[in-house]
């Protein structure tokens, strides 16, 4: 990206590891019961497990990200 995450910042990702893609939200902050430094998940369907330790994204599209790309 060649800048820092923000916080709450929505991104188009995919992840690695499935192939899913999709608009996902992150908050560079830990969250109540996850490991890291840092939280997210799928914007619109998420769900608990959606990420694992060791996924690996790819940042498609970042900035102001609107529904139904």
């Given amino acids: 990206m060649g800048r ?4 709450g910042e929505k991104l ?3 992840n690695q590891n499935t192939g899913k ?4 939200i992150f ?3 830990r969250n ?5 430094d840092g939280n997210g ?6 769900k608990p ?6 996924c690996v994204i790819m ?4 900035g102001d990200i609107k529904s139904g790309l």
């Fill in 4 to 7: 820092n995450l923000l916080q």
């Fill in 12 to 14: 188009f990702i995919k």
């Fill in 21 to 24: 893609k999709g608009e996902a």
């Fill in 27 to 29: 908050w560079i902050t």
């Fill in 32 to 36: 109540v019961g996850s490991l890291g």
């Fill in 41 to 46: 998940h799928w914007l619109h369907v998420s």
């Fill in 49 to 54: 497990n959606d990420w694992c330790i060791g």
């Fill in 59 to 62: 940042i498609l599209h970042s």
